[in-house]
């Protein structure tokens, strides 16, 4: 049958065409699964007596012939091969387990040795573990076979074997200093995923400690021991083995020596690759997509402009940090202009990375001008030349030259900014010229920390590595000139972003973020950036709906084109139960910035949240199309099918975010487990609430929110309602966001429900 895919790892499934078939009996799937593992085919006496132990030779020989038709209506009549004693699955169907055998058995032939990481070998291995989700046939048995469920076990066993060995391989330190082929991070989760698969082996306990330690991080590698030795005084009431206390005097007496020195220009190149990479990868995506998405855009009024990233002509800033602040300022800048739309940087960085024709841009982007140029920076001196034109005609309609001291830097921006909407003939408000015409002089060192800083913080959601660097740069900025009103906003934003990052406490991170906030509003108060910073404090930790909402339209008053304002205005509107108002806002958002991937994501949800969910699925699909790669566009869309309750599609959906996710698959394992109840699949259930309880006691903190997804799926109400509340104690972050859920649905009528409902003043 084309495009059949058996999945036998985890519950046993088949599927044609991406959608779940239910044969209805699960003796249809116990001969599926025995089948499609056997090589060169089962006699029939084997499989009688196998699935009908209890039965006489001529009963089960019937029941065997009508489980072989039901199966055959399932997979089709070509893919199981019967003579009159054998029956055969077809090699030619996919299989994982087959699949993962394949790859075990190419990638550990022969003697490969402790060493060996040949790249070919470790991508086979990485495939191969790819494939092993789950064990084998977790959670489905027979209760009228014990024969069945005993080679279920001792098949399962074989296969976690393997699993166990290649996993082994995968994190061996060596491969942290392997060309590249494997980053620190996926060694550490390969070494994770070992331990995951039997917590009491030491082996695996002490290769964790071990790349723990040689990757700088000493706490781990004894919170790991430490983990290690409470885990089998617990379980079986003995000591470590002596290697593992071997292991922990290495580190602590420094024998084992951290690799982050001989690795820093390593990590450097590979941490810009990673990020170029990525952001490369959603970016042209993005901008591939437009060319087709482009034409169903809502259309907003007024001129439409795209700046397109200024070219850096400094030598000195080879990271491009420089020319990047100066772009995002003329775009701020152009942003704060009501007749102009301006396209954010995101969607502008999108076009440019594919260097398309002028005609191309207006297609993609939607606009009526581009603005291109360079900026050159040297001796405390700046320089920028620009150019507009007009997509339409293609033709360059203006272009000017602007120098001044790195000191006067906010004038020079102000007048670029000036000279293209009256080129393009935008007609400024009063208001709207004072505010362009309002500059200061800035203390050169502390705009170049703060531009630094800036660039640093647009790139932690892909290397949460440059957040101390990044506080540190916006910190000094703001110690060399405290007057300077954006470096206190970009440090409003910093603090807001590490608290969603799990950097700080909600109650300490948002305190931070509201004080820096609140400082750049006193010091400029037509900063639209200030003013969205407090509309997230006020929104998500405070629940002062009404603070909230003045601040989100006091930033779209003085920056008509921020995306970002519209955004998490249309999020706080969402939540107070005003859908149609909240997805005009999103689309918004949208239409500033229309090749964001998380823009059509967020438009996705709070289409689900608003239970559209035809719509919902649409542009989720819309995302998951774009880049498929990306962990939230399988969540998003997995979120929306739930919500249908089309459950074997959503399974797949989070499944495939849960294993592109990684260490970060918190949420999808969360909603996995919810869905899996839903489906009627306690097993599997059970397995991703194993899996989330072992990164929360990792270390990893996992909200309340979400843990109560867990008993949420499985009709446990008063369990679901507790963990709620916690998260409303705790000013759970996640709550005011997710309240419009509609898996909560259940509890809304609950007293427990309308209760903390009120104290949220919803």
Sequence with gaps: MEDLKITLFGSPTMKVGGRTVDPGRRKVLALLSYLAVADGGCGRETICALLWP?????????????????????VGSDVIEATRG?????????????????????????????????TEQVRTMERA????????????????????????MFEAERLRAMASDLLERLSRPELLLSDGRQSETSVLDYARRWLMLDDLNEAAHRRLMELYALSGKRGAAFRQFEACRNKLDQELGVEPESETIECRRKIESGELVSLAPARAQQKKARNRLAVTSLVAAIICAAAMWGLLWNGNREQGGGITVAVLPLADNSVQNSENWFASGMTEAIITDLAKISALRVTSRTSSEAVAASRPEISAVREQLGVDYVVEGSVLSSNGQVRVTAQLIDT???????????????????????????????????????????????????????????????????????????????????????????????????????????????????????????????????????????????????FLHDF???????????A?????????????????????????????????????????LLNILNVAMRLYYARDYDRALREAGIARDMEENFYMSHMVLGHALAGTGRYPEATYELETAARLAGEGAIEPLAVLSYVYNRAERPGDARNAEKRLRELDAS????????????????????????????????????????????????????????????????
């Excluded at 996919?94 to 060493?115: I, N, P």
């Excluded at 709906?545 to 339209?553: A, H, T």
């Design 129 to 152: 573990a790819a494939l092993y989700t789950a064990d084998f046939l977790s959670g489905f048995s027979l209760s009228d076979s014990a024969e069945f469920d005993n080679w279920t």
């Design 556 to 596: 779209i008053t003085l920056k008509p084109s921020s995306a970002e304002a519209h955004r998490w205005y249309g999020s706080l509107l969402c939540t107070r139960g005003r859908f149609d108002e909240a997805i005009r806002e999103v689309n918004e958002a949208r239409n500033i910035d229309p090749l964001s």
């Design 392 to 538: 339409l005609h293609d033709k360059h309609v203006w272009a000017g030259d602007y120098e001044s001291e790195l000191s006067d830097v906010i004038d020079l921006q102000s007048r670029i900014a000036f000279d293209i909407a009256s080129n393009v003939q935008a007609k400024l408000s009063g208001r709207e010229r004072a505010a362009l015409a309002e500059t200061r002089a800035v203390d050169p060192a502390a705009y170049q920390r703060y531009l630094v800083g800036s660039y640093e913080f647009a790139r932690l959601p892909f290397d949460i590595n440059l957040a101390p660097k990044c506080l540190e740069d916006l910190t000094h900025s703001v110690s060399l000139d405290p007057t300077f009103a954006p470096a206190h906003a970009a440090l409003a934003n910093y603090y807001w972003g590490a608290t969603q990052f799990g950097l700080y406490t909600s109650g300490e991170g948002m305190k931070r973020a509201m004080a820096e906030a609140k400082r750049a509003v006193a010091l400029d108060p037509g900063l639209a950036e200030a003013h969205t910073v407090l509309g997230f404090v006020y």
């Design 54 to 74: 209890e039965k006489d030779a001529a009963a089960a020989h019937a029941e065997l012939r009508r489980t072989m038709s039901a199966l055959r209506r399932c």
């Design 86 to 118: 054998n029956v055969a699955f077809s090699p030619d169907v996919f299989v994982d387990v087959r699949e993962f055998k394949k790859h075990y058995h190419f990638a550990t032939a022969g003697d490969h040795g402790a060493g060996s990481s040949g």
């Design 699 to 762: 270390g990893i903190e996992i909200s309340p929110l979400l843990l109560s997804y867990i008993p949420l799926g499985s009709g446990d109400y008063s369990a679901a309602m507790d963990l709620i509340e916690q998260a409303y104690s705790q000013r759970d972050l996640n709550l005011a966001w997710n309240f419009q859920d509609p898996f909560f649905d259940p509890l809304r009528s609950l007293p427990r429900f309308q209760d903390m409902k009120k104290a949220m003043n919803l």
């Design 544 to 554: 002062n709906w009404y603070r909230s909402e003045q601040e989100f339209q006091k």
